[in-house]
């Protein structure tokens, strides 16, 4: 009873967190005059420290608990055959979401036309420096690690993906002849685990200084040309969260979608607050595991993949995008134009990494191949924060979502971990 209520009282604490930093923020924002107390002690000393120390906390579990869970993982499920079936599974769930995302993003935008009547004057430009996103053929051929001890120092999730499964089907193959590694990695995945947690305790005051600095930071007069553009991602990003998302969880295992939202709802707090999908990689873990009754051998896999490759959210974003600077500018995109547009946006969110505003970068290439101006990113660079958390949290939820759908075709959910409040 008394476990019950502090396990109730995190999620409730957490959301506290967001809704009083949110308020705090707008506060010093419009209320605290600028100086050094301000600016230097407040914003950028207590809730800098305090926010990002929290999300270095979590940073820190990624790759150890990416690695031995997926060790893990791999070993119990031991065949390749299942491993393949699940991958397989997996990417066309992952594809399927992200296809059906964008088109509710051209289909919402081109209900609201965002950019009709926006006059490029009175949307504060800023300067864009737009890196080059990485090609397909090279994202390609980044999954081989040429030396996965780099790839782990970088944090790079699909080599890593590749080289810990490599090792734990191979250690599932050798059987007693390599139990000393075996045994270590599943220890070390249990010291991960508890880390986790450890960690999720201070979540609350984490959550409370990052929302609280971006809130201080936020001009809201920027949102106001922006308002129809604005809202167009939001109705998108709500539609996939709530409708696409639920209705495939229900056809697929017939668990309560609003169930599962209760449960997975501190995720994605915590993803809003982030906008780093990677760094919600442990919590997302656990809480499908202890909440939803997800195997960790199928999660272990499939939500590090998703963090990485399915970015569902980021392409209603530029799915949205693409039409408002279509019709800022002025340019006219054919029925054929639509189409590229889906399939670039797939790719490029399977080349967005894990991490806040790398969805504005591959934005660059779906611009590209409809021949919209780059420039245009601009316009939306401005007020895309908010956006980003946004669209984060559906991310993550896809992943979740889809990861679910799996673990039930593969008998690994158990639904009397998903039935208990
Ligand atoms: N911040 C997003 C994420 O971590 C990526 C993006 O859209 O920029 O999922």
């Not at 390749?80 to 991958?87: A, D, F, N, R, S």
């Not at 996939?240 to 599962?260: D, E, H, K």
């Not at 994605?268 to 873990?285: R, V, W």
């Amino acid at each position: 009873m008394a476990k019950e209520k502090k396990k109730i009282a995190l999620s409730t604490k957490i959301f506290i967190a967001l809704i009083s930093g949110a308020l705090l923020g707008v506060l010093i924002h419009y209320f605290m005059p600028n100086g050094y107390f301000r600016d230097t002690v407040l914003v950028g000393g207590i809730f800098y420290v305090i926010g990002q120390g929290f999300i270095r906390l979590m940073q820190m579990l990624v790759v150890p608990l990416v690695f031995c869970s997926l060790v893990c993982g791999s070993m119990s499920i031991g065949d390749t055959k299942t491993l393949g079936k699940v991958g397989i599974k997996t990417v066309i769930f992952y594809l399927f979401t992200t296809a059906m995302a964008i088109c509710i993003a051209l289909g919402v935008a081109s209900l609201i036309n965002p950019g009709i009547g926006i006059s490029l004057e009175s949307v504060k430009a800023a300067d864009v420096t737009v890196a080059e996103p990485t090609s397909f053929a090279d994202t390609l051929l980044n999954i081989i690690p040429k030396n996965p001890i780099g790839s782990m120092a970088n944090g790079d999730m699909l080599p890593i993906i590749v080289f810990a499964l490599f090792v734990g089907i191979l250690l599932a193959k050798m059987g007693s002849k390599a139990s000393t590694v075996s045994n270590f990695f599943s220890q070390f995945n249990d010291l991960m685990m508890e880390m986790t947690m450890a960690v999720m305790t201070i979540a609350p005051i984490g959550v409370f200084c990052l929302i609280a600095k971006t809130f201080s930071e936020i001009g809201f007069s920027a949102f106001l040309p922006m308002l129809k553009y604005m809202g167009a991602v939001i109705l998108a990003l709500a539609i996939q969260c709530f409708g696409s998302y639920q209705a495939l969880l229900f056809v697929f295992t017939r668990l309560n979608p609003i169930r599962f939202i209760k449960k997975f709802v501190p995720v994605m707090m915590f993803a809003f607050t982030t906008a780093t999908s990677n760094a919600t990689i442990p919590m997302s873990i656990d809480t499908l595991n202890k909440k939803m009754g997800v195997s960790k051998k199928i999660s272990s896999f499939t939500i590090p993949l998703g963090a990485t490759v399915n970015m569902d959210g980021t392409s209603i974003m530029q799915g949205v995008a693409v039409i408002f600077i279509a019709q800022a500018y002025g340019i006219a995109l054919t029925p054929s134009d639509m189409l590229t547009v889906i399939a670039t946006a797939t790719i490029a969110s399977i080349g967005t990494a894990g991490v806040p505003s790398v969805g504005l970068v591959t934005l660059s290439m779906v611009l590209t191949s409809v021949g919209l101006p780059t420039e245009g990113i601009a316009l939306i660079m401005g007020i895309d924060r908010i956006l980003d958390m946004m669209r984060t949290a559906v991310n993550i939820t896809g992943d979740a979502v889809c990861t679910t759908i799996v673990a039930h075709q593969n008998k690994m959910l158990d639904r009397s971990v998903f039935a208990k409040d």
